[in-house]
């Protein structure tokens, strides 16, 4: 059974910091690995999908690397401001018959302080 | 768009009482999904649809039942509600795989559920 692992759990830093976030799976037969972001109360965000294939994905500050052998991803982020606050969930995707499923792992709480 | 919308936002139940969760995509997507979120624990899905008129278990399908009558709308059912079913619950939905693998899935603002 696929299990998740994201490290640390929670994390504060200030404003201006560059940042990485830590995820890693158990099983390594994976298609794709998403990165989400939560806001309090909110549903969740998509900030970067990485195919299997890839190795890494860029968008803005955000930067996502896969090593699909080792089972490890990471979530950089460049310059962190106040607004990057919030949850990040890594979540890995498997196919079932013709269904992808999704195994989530429990977060990182960021906050970036002034 | 409107994306992916679930109604209600939030309801308390009484235990032994039954209720639907709505969920609606306006993206045309195939595939439909629910989850639940509980702390400490990573969301876990519930129940899926792969197209109109199908329906699938998830990891965690006990206690809930699932109807994908229209494409773009994909129900949520608690026959007799449990307090174990209080959790915060999200509908998700995608195209259907391809060449590439699963693609990305989009999420709903989730339904705050409280069973007392």
């Known amino acids: 059974k696929q299990e998740v692992t994201q490290i640390p759990a929670a994390l504060s830093v200030p404003e201006g910091e560059n940042l990485v976030l830590n995820c890693s799976f158990t099983d390594s037969a994976i298609y794709n690995l998403q990165w989400f972001r939560q806001d309090p109360g909110k549903g969740l965000t998509s900030l970067l999908l990485i195919q299997s294939s890839q190795r890494e994905q860029t968008s803005g500050r955000l930067n996502a690397s896969l090593d699909k052998s080792s089972g490890r991803s990471t979530l950089y982020i460049a310059a962190s401001q106040p607004g990057d606050s919030a949850t990040y969930l890594c979540?890995?995707?498997?196919?079932?018959?013709?269904?992808?499923?999704?195994?989530f792992g429990t977060g990182t709480r960021l906050q970036v302080t002034l | 768009n409107a994306g992916v919308t679930q109604t209600p936002k939030f309801r308390v139940l009484k235990t032994g009482q039954s209720m639907t969760l709505l969920c609606a995509q306006d993206m045309n997507h195939e595939y439909m999904y629910w989850y639940r979120q509980d702390p400490g624990m990573g969301l876990r899905l519930i129940h899926y649809s792969v197209g109109e008129g199908t329906t699938a278990k998830g990891e965690v399908p006990d206690g809930y039942n699932v109807s994908r009558l229209k494409k773009q709308n994909f129900l949520l059912g608690l026959e007799s509600a449990a307090p174990s079913q209080t959790s915060v619950y999200f509908c998700?939905?995608?195209?259907?795989?391809?060449?590439?693998?699963?693609?990305?899935?989009?999420f709903g603002p989730g339904t705050r559920l409280t069973v007392t």
């Open positions: 998700a939905s995608s195209y259907p795989p391809s060449g590439t693998g699963p693609d990305e899935q989009y």
């Open positions: 979540a890995v995707s498997d196919l079932t018959g013709t269904a992808s499923k999704l195994t």
